[in-house]
């Protein structure tokens, strides 16, 4: 190493004085704009280079004579210049490309007429082939506008038609992303290669969410899915970067611009006030506008300013059925059963009911979720070429959204009460009428389930109202230097982020509760169906009498509450890279480095309270008495009748006047035991988390063979910090007041007002950010490319690389833990589960392997295929025990839990595998005369298989996607459809009493699943003049719904749908312009 130290630059030297360099600038004559990845090479040699995000290129150590330099963009004709270049001269050769058959001197161009209407969608398909065919790794690159116009500005929905790529739903929006079927939480999301903060709706987790970043921002968008040494070791399934628009990417100035409005297909009331999504009546047609503007003053210098508003309103449709896949204590037994002692019959057939395949429905609830919706988002970048081969970067946007909510339900909850009375027909036979409770009957509409007699079963309303806001802003800074033979580049970047929810602060209560007045002698639910509302919903008193369940003046007000949440996110980072070209070597060689340090720091703090609404005075309390009068004449769907409900708004009036009346004599109030519940769940929700990450990586870049094959390896080295802080919480601990040297037992604690005690030593023992917790790890990660040019245009690509996943947030905060106490005023359930976090967790760590095959046509078209594996050790899972009162008090659980059973996530010792394929295509149809010339098309799907531990966290695997779509570009009339199909995807194993036998701790196999969904969109453009175009798209356009499942093996069809949620066809039309 010494030796080759000292001969280095020696040779170097010398062969500097007899070389020269070229460089310049590729552009596409179509759209004026700058190429990136434009392969240069030096005909008959190994010297090349691909050109930046400017559309340049510089290749050095040239050996003096005469020259043959070409410039290759897939989907463009390759140009060639001959160059005389004497030793040690810098020649400039710049490169226009086209589709057309002529050469660049100025021949009548063929094909431009369309070549003009079509511009932006040919360059599309050309720019994303080209950036594939040229990337070290695997990975896909798509312009921003490649699936048609993006209104709503969120990126997920531009994401869910790459290929691999999933992307998550927040009811009716996309709001984040997985690659390869792994969860989002283990897919890192990146803006210009670093970290942007993300609040997270105030949750522990690691999760990118799209509210507060735009696509207007953005210019193209990859997705990585084998990392090289120098992209972050973290992606098990992939990466995203979104890389912003700039001002070097076009020749000259441009604007352009959107207006439009947008409304929902379930309310197309355009211009008249209508009820909702909160109190009040509002418009449901909401505008939009987008604009950006990129302006090269000069070679030297430009800007791009972006800016966005959106106004969205949508309908939250909701259906969720609860099955009782379990037998629990029901009232066929003690006297019951000795009643029917000298009757065998009956006895058999109700014992042999098995409730794993006969099911019955325990649960009903309908509920509507209008959502009004704005976001804002504002970039600026300026981009400055300060010196020769300098350049300096520096990038801002500002996202910010508000959301406001207005959730209404009405649930029928018969509980476990769905029990046996068996009476004998006169002649002595079984009524099966009185003997089954559910199952199928005619006279009941089909499926049905009728609650057993004495006002167990209840009706209840709920109302909440929640209003969610966040900004963003973050600010990029970046340094380049690209000599003859040296790159450089360093990059800072401050990202902060805040979230937060507000209610009483709003005039409003987040939530309110009543329920249904007097006894309940029997609820029925007939006529129940997979996906659709039950059409039989009734409620008896003990006389018999129908309850009208939808009249307010048979409810109490319950209960008030109120949620206020905060939440912070920042990220820093610091980052260079350094490269070398090795011209010495008689091939093409460089060699890179660099390194990374990202801190993140995430806090999250939540205040909840519970209020009881008790008038004192001698009124009824009625929850007509706040009834929401505007929402009570809205039209809902499932065929449900008007839903009157109470306005949280008005209760807080209410409140706010109870205020003024002596504190004895408060209509609300907080009883011991809803105080404590509050503490605790405030206590167990505050933390804060610092995880620090410094990298360093090496990575040696090589071609063989005139260039046919090209290596890229190396290895990463990662190690993380992780600090967490959570709230001291000690086991609780009352002294006996009869005797001050001992502390009362758990069993004395039940006794006498528990409640009150605890909520004393709550305040007087328990801090906030009490408990630090500190770990740290770290490894090295190797990888390993190799491309090989089979012919001109088909790649053989293989790939090999370590990655890792970290444990999210939720598991280095300490003391999360949250307990799930089903215990009501008639029947305790068999158990509770404690479900806690692990600090201990570790980081999973896997093998990938990809094997690909891919083939370029002439057009721009692109075939591919790939297989992988990935061999994963570590994974995360989970682990379900007996809680002993040792283990309780270690996570903080309370005491006095019936028989509690503990959960906490674990690495599994076993190895978990995945393997797969995927396939691509993209091509214009050219080929075909007439008609073809002004369609292409597009399919991409990927199947995955895992095999893993039953006890694996499957959470966001999906096994199965595919998205196709067709454009039609005429000069005038642009039609684009665009499918997008995600299969089933598991996600949380399911427990508790409507699942577990109550005399068995095995998990019964119950997961719940988001059901296969096939939605389209759709995009027209009609062309108005050479400037302005109208348009108008259509998010999934044939309504599909968002379907919930839970079952095992063992469950019957019909009781597997869990919740079905519509939320209408989101339409927008307007105007563009290009100028």
């Known amino acids: 190493m010494l030796a080759l130290a000292c001969v280095l630059p020696l040779a170097l030297l010398a062969q500097e004085n007899n070389t020269g360099v070229i460089e310049g600038r590729v552009s596409s004559r179509a759209d004026q704009k700058y190429l990136v990845n434009a392969r240069i090479t030096i005909d008959g040699t190994h010297y090349q280079d691909l050109t930046n995000d400017y559309g340049e ?115 009716a929006d996309p709001n984040s992303v997985s690659v390869r079927g792994f969860g989002s939480a283990y897919t890192a999301v990146t803006t210009d290669g670093m970290s942007m903060a993300n609040a997270a709706s105030g949750s522990e987790t690691r999760t990118f969410e799209f509210d507060q970043t735009s696509i207007n921002n953005v210019s193209r968008i990859e997705v990585t899915k084998v990392p090289l040494p120098s992209q972050r070791a973290d992606s098990l399934g992939g990466q995203v970067n979104l890389v912003p628009k700039n001002a070097f990417e076009r020749r000259k100035m441009s604007f352009n611009f959107r207006a439009a409005a947008g409304i929902n297909s379930e309310n197309l009331d355009f211009f008249r006030k209508t009820p909702g999504p909160q109190y009040g009546n509002t418009y449901k047609i909401k505008p939009n506008f987008d604009f950006d503007l990129t302006i090269p003053f000069s070679k030297k210098f430009g800007i791009v300013l972006t800016g966005m508003r959106t106004e969205q309103y949508n309908e939250q449709h909701r259906s969720q059925m609860e099955w009782q896949f379990n037998r629990v204590p029901d009232e066929f037994s003690g006297s019951d059963r000795s009643k029917y002692a000298n009757n065998p019959t009956i006895v058999e057939l109700i014992d042999s009911r098995n409730l794993r395949t006969d099911p019955y429905l325990r649960n009903y609830r309908m509920q509507d979720s209008p959502k009004a919706q704005i976001k804002n988002s504002l970039g600026l970048r300026a981009d400055w070429k300060i010196a020769r081969n300098h350049t300096l970067s520096a990038f801002y946007q500002f996202g910010s959204s508000e959301a406001h909510t207005g959730t209404r339900d009405i649930q029928w909850d018969m ?18 009428s009185i003997l089954r409770r559910w199952g199928y009957d005619e006279m009941y509409g089909g499926y049905y389930t009728m609650s057993t007699t004495g006002n167990r079963a209840k009706i209840k309303h709920n109302s909440g109202l929640n209003d969610k806001y966040g900004i963003t802003n973050t600010l990029n800074l970046r340094y380049r230097y690209t000599g003859n033979n040296w790159e450089f580049d360093a990059a800072l970047n401050g990202s902060f982020a805040r979230s937060w929810e507000r209610d009483m602060s709003n005039g409003h209560f987040s939530n309110s509760a009543t329920e249904l ?171 804060s988390f610092n995880e620090k990450v410094t990298s360093f990586y090496v990575q040696l870049d090589a071609k063989f063979f005139d260039n046919r094959l090209s290596i890229a390896t190396g290895f990463r080295y990662e190690m993380t ?39 004393d030593f709550i305040k007087k023992n328990w801090k906030f950010n009490g408990v630090n917790t500190y770990r740290t790890y770290g490894d090295i990660y190797p990888s390993f490319h190799a491309n090989f040019n089979i012919t001109g245009n088909m790649i053989a690509r293989f790939a090999y690389s370590m990655t890792l996943g970290r444990p999210d947030l939720k598991n280095i905060m300490p003391n999360n833990i949250k307990y799930e106490t089903e215990i009501d005023e008639e ?137 196709w779509g067709i454009n039609i570009i005429t000069p005038r009339l642009v039609l684009r459809l665009n499918w997008n199909y995600r299969g089933r995807q598991k996600t949380d194993a399911q427990e508790g009493t409507a699942y577990q036998d109550e005399d068995s701790l095995d998990f019964q196999g119950y997961y719940e699943y988001v059901a296969p969904r096939l939605m389209v969109d759709m995009n027209l453009e009609y062309k108005l003049n050479k400037r302005i175009n109208f348009f108008m798209n259509a998010r999934n356009l044939t309504n599909e719904r968002l379907v919930l499942e839970r079952y095992n093996d063992l469950s019957p069809d019909y009781a597997k749908t869990y919740r079905a949620m519509e939320y209408g066809v989101q339409i927008t039309a307007g105007i563009k312009g290009s100028f």
């Open 57 to 171: 290129y510089r290749i050095a150590g040239i050996p003096a004579g005469e020259v043959t330099v070409t410039a290759l963009f897939s989907g463009l004709n390759p140009k060639s210049y001959r160059i005389t270049l004497a030793p040690g001269a810098r020649v400039t050769q710049d490169f226009e490309l086209s589709t057309s058959e002529v050469d660049s001197l100025g021949s009548t161009v063929l094909l431009e007429k369309f070549e003009v209407v079509s511009t932006r969608d040919t360059a599309n398909n050309i720019i994303a082939t080209n950036e594939q065919r040229f990337a070290q790794n695997i990975k896909t690159v798509i312009e921003t506008d490649a699936f048609g116009d993006v209104t709503s500005g969120n990126i997920g929905e531009f994401l869910k038609f790459m290929p691999g790529v999933a992307v998550d739903y927040d009811n």
């Open 415 to 432: 509980k476990e009460y769905v029990v046996y009375h068996p009476t004998l027909r006169p002649d002595g036979t079984i009524d099966p």
């Open 517 to 687: 007045v007097g006894e309940v002698e029997r609820l029925l639910i007939g006529g129940i169906q997979k996906q659709d509302a039950p059409t039989v919903l009734k409620g008896y008193r003990i006389d018999g009498t129908l309850i009208d369940v939808f009249d307010l003046t048979n409810y109490t007000v319950k209960t008030v509450t109120t949620n206020p949440k905060d939440a912070r996110d920042e990220f820093k980072t610091g980052q260079f890279n350094i490269k070398r070209n090795l011209n010495m070597f008689p091939f093409y060689a460089t060699l890179k480095s660099g390194g990374e340090i990202r801190e993140q720091y995430r806090e999250i703090v939540q205040q909840r309270a519970f209020l009881e609404y008790n008038p004192t005075d001698g009124r009824p309390n009625q929850a007509i008495d706040f009834l929401d009068v505007p929402y009570s004449t809205k039209e809902q769907a499932w065929g449900m009748p008007h839903m009157p409900t109470p306005s949280p708004y008005l209760l807080y009036q209410a409140y706010l006047e109870d205020l003024q009346r002596p504190e004895g004599s408060r209509f609300f109030t907080l009883p011991p035991g809803r105080e404590k519940d509050a503490l605790e769940s405030n206590y167990r929700n505050n933390g």
């Open 721 to 759: 910090e992780d600090r967490g802080k959570g709230s001291y919480m000690p086991n609780y601990k009352i002294l006996d007041p009869n005797n001050p040297d001992r502390y009362l037992t758990d069993e004395e604690l039940e006794d006498g007002d528990y409640d009150a005690q605890m909520v």
């Open 827 to 963: 029947m305790n359930e068999p158990y509770t589960i404690v479900k806690c976090n692990n600090p201990a967790l570790k980081p999973y760590e896997a093998n990938n392997y990809d094997l690909s095959l891919e083939y370029y046509l002439q057009n721009g078209g692109m075939l591919s295929g790939a297989v992988f594996y990935k061999s994963i050790s570590g994974f995360f899972g989970q682990e379900r025990v007996q809680g002993t009162t040792a283990m309780l008090r270690q996570v903080g659980a309370p005491p006095g839990l019936n028989n509690p059973i503990l959960i906490m996530p674990i690495n599994l010792d076993d190895m978990t595998t995945v393997q797969g394929a995927e396939v691509a295509m993209r091509m214009p149809l050219s080929f075909i005369p007439g008609i073809g010339r002004y369609v292409n098309v597009f399919a991409n799907a990927t199947v995955l298989d895992m095999r893993a531990n039953y006890r694996a966290n499957f959470g966001g695997f999906i096994e199965q996607t595919a998205n």
